[in-house]
């Protein structure tokens, strides 16, 4: 999220329906940046430490107006919405198995090379070959891996 200028309202009032709207929104980029962090095995700068600080704050201190069982809420609809986009990949995500995630890691240095199966789309958004996933998961749990250790 790029840096905005702050505009303070006092007369502005806000519904909890608004601020869930806000939460989900907040929610949906907390995970985007993560999922994309673990898809490019990125690190994280003082700016995007420093932002993500900022989301999660304001995260909780929605929470405390909403309650936090309403922002749990918001947080199940979101991990719902990106599990259903590729349940594989959350499951990969979520787990954070080691040699699993360096495979994911491998298949989209794999799509960015234009070395995978997937069909090319305009957003450039990568579909994970799980055939290969799945095959070198099998080589690796047999001593065979075939990509680095």
Known sequence: MEQQKRHEIETFEVTEEELFVL??????????????????????STSEAYEIRRVEERLNTIGDIIGKSRLETAWEQVETKHRKQDEQLWKVFVERDEHKSEVMLEDVQRHNANQCSCEPKEDRRHEPDWKWIHEEMVLHREGRCRIRQ
Not at 23 to 44: K, M, P, Q, T, V
């Open 23 to 44: 939460a989900i929104h907040y929610a949906n980029w907390l995970i985007e940046d993560s999922l994309s962090r673990f898809l490019f095995a990125a690190g994280i």
